[in-house]
């Protein structure tokens, strides 16, 4: 374990860090610099380090060119001619885990030694690794045990997956039974009842939880079990749903979820850690080589604490402190922000604050009413579970701050929190708070993103998936500034790009053709839905990699394909840029080959 500065001192030492990485790294140092020479893609034929491992034959794209402007120009040493891309680079050494050389494939050959291993891409293109800014690991993870819901279109389709399930994986009588995935925002309206659900299990507690966590429905026995009975008060912040004598009907929506979830018995430390490693083989497999965990409570930490201490973190995590466990808070008050393991793959410096519920349940708090429920602007704050005098606290001691706000209103209040501390400690302004999904922001806001040097963490494939029901809640001219990428950009907001599974598809080619098209996977509706939003090809690929990296102080080490920087990198079929030029919506045909964390295969699509 090493100490872990705050984010602010630790940004200040980054140019640093790549000399700190091993002894080792230390001489090949100065060897590669004379190796090198004028040129960062010139590679003597003179005696040189060997690699551990080359890969050749690949179409590189290494970004270590400059940023695009806000308007998606690409920089003036970007590897594009008349909108045409071109790789920078077709070999790649690697040596201890970090890059030793790329460039050519004769620039690289030298490099290779009797124990290299070789790897021909056969023409494959070759990323930085992608990174997911927002996920719910262990949620993934729980997919391997618990009944897949997504993309059911009715309760009867869902109801009958789970008995499907238990057809096949028998249930003993009184355990719980968990399904997760009905679109809670598509069916605000048509919300279940628990009664098809008890009829068919009568025995075993069943809770069927939505998409993005808003909204869920019971059987009778889950519902006695989370309290959720004949009189029992709404939970702060969330409601319970009931008919017209008030009996609770077996669903809830936002904080209401928490009865049922608390409800569900805990799992022991050996399957939570199991399903952590699942969920991150499943995000290696997609080739993601980074996630940034929202959310992570006491047990999920311990969890990820005793992986990182065994060397068994597959991917690097940065975990953000969940905002609503206290007693966590102050133990990392103490402790401070830090990276753990020996092999750089747990960062623990942000905190997950909650301060509004989602759109599509009408929880986002909005500055005026929903335009389909009259008087109603939903929920926020404190009654939501931010504790503001805590998190307050996290910032000032230093620890980034990254708050989910969906609703304008939400983002305006978060923004206004934020610069009611910057005033206490202008300091604090330099960690890179974030604002998690910033989804619906009002016009006169974005500046004020920039003014406080907020990063907006947002999640391509929302736009996909929510825009058939986003102007039934808010309307068409409030719409316009929802997923607003485009003007994000040319207000000088840095984006970090993620999927918030489980509540949507961590693909990254659906992430990828999402930002780019605006579109879902039918090409709907044509031209991109508010279409000058779109955001281009560079971009959305930053988005998951430079972007990430540096919405969690790593751009010194990953994000881009550099000398000295880690060897993360992501090996797929397409090439993006060919095959959004071609044909945007090829993008969706895409697969992954191979993911690398390291210098080291994690998922080999091709073993």
Known sequence: ????????????????????????????????????????????????????????????????????????????????????????????????????????????????????????????????????????????????????????????????????????????????????????????????????????????????????????????????????????????????????????????????????????????????????VNGLQLMADAGYTGVHHAGVDSRLMAAYEALAERGELSLRVSAMISGRDKPLMQEWLTRGPQRLGDDNKLFVHSVKGYYDGSLGARGAKLLEEYSDREGHIGVSGEEYGFFTKEISAMLQAGFQINIHAIGDGGNREVLHFLRDNFALNPAMQKNRHRIEHAQVVHPDDFALYDELDVIASVQPPFVAEDKVWTEDRIGHARSAGAYAWRSFRRNNTALAFGSDLMGYDWNLFYGLHSAITRQSTDSEPPGGWFPEEKLTTEESIRGYTSGAAYAAFLEDETGTLEVGKWADMTLVDIDPFETVAREPAALLNGQVLMTLVGGKRVFDATR
């Open 1 to 276: 374990m090493s100490a872990f500065l705050p984010p602010l001192l630790f940004r200040l030492r980054n140019c640093d860090l790549r000399l700190l990485l091993s002894a080792r790294w230390i001489l090949l140092a100065g060897l590669i610099t004379l190796l090198l020479g004028c040129s960062e893609h010139e590679t003597s034929r003179a005696t040189s380090p060997t690699a551990d491992l080359i890969i050749d034959n690949a179409r590189i794209y290494t970004f270590a060119w400059g940023e695009p402007d806000g308007e998606g120009t690409p920089a003036a040493l970007a590897p594009v001619s008349d909108s045409n891309w071109a790789p920078d680079a077709t070999a790649v050494a690697i040596t201890d885990g970090v890059i030793l050389a790329i460039g050519s494939s004769d620039d690289i050959a030298p490099l290779k030694g009797e124990s290299t291993e070789i790897i021909d891409a056969m023409g494959a293109t070759l990323l930085p690794g992608f990174t997911d800014s927002h996920t719910h690991i262990e949620e993934l993870g729980a997919t391997l045990d618990d009944v897949d819901l997504k993309g059911v279109a009715d309760e009867a389709e869902a109801i009958a997956r789970v008995v499907a399930h238990v057809d096949a994986n028998p249930v003993p009588e009184g355990q719980w039974i968990v399904a997760r995935g009905w679109d809670d925002g598509l069916w605000a309206d048509r919300y279940p009842t628990h009664d098809t659900l008890t009829a068919a299990f009568p025995n075993n507690p069943v809770l069927m939880d939505g998409t993005n966590g808003f909204g869920a429905w019971g059987n009778r026995l889950a519902m006695e079990a989370a309290g959720i009975v004949a009189g029992a008060p709404d939970p702060t912040g969330g409601e319970i749903l009931r008919d017209a004598n008030g009996e609770p009907t077996g669903a809830v929506r936002n904080r209401g979820v928490a009865l049922f979830r608390s409800a569900v018995p805990p799992l022991s430390d050996e399957r939570l850690q199991r399903r952590l």
